[in-house]
């Protein structure tokens, strides 16, 4: 099982999916892209939980996989 957590102001919000499951697979897809588009970054976590990589396509073997906004500086 694949998982996705958003990490936002109403806490977090947890997706799961099946990696062999087109429908699921595809749903999530469109939810990493539409994060994506509202300038959330994905992390996608390696084995040993910590937060890995910045990636930009969604990968449905990711395992897990985390949104965070964007670090504003100033």
Not at 14 to 21: F, G
Not at 24 to 31: D, I, S, T
Not at 45 to 52: A, H, Q, T
Request: charged share 40%; proline share 4%; glycine share 12%.
């Amino acid at each position: 099982m694949g998982e996705m957590r958003v990490m936002g102001v109403e806490g977090d919000l947890k997706s799961v999916w099946d990696p062999e499951n087109e429908v699921e697979v595809e749903a999530m897809k469109k939810q990493f892209n539409d994060l994506r588009k509202k300038g959330m970054v994905a992390y996608k976590v390696d084995k040993k939980g910590e937060k890995g990589s910045v990636i930009e396509e969604f990968d449905p073997d990711a395992g897990k996989i985390i949104f965070a906004p964007k670090m504003k500086g100033g």
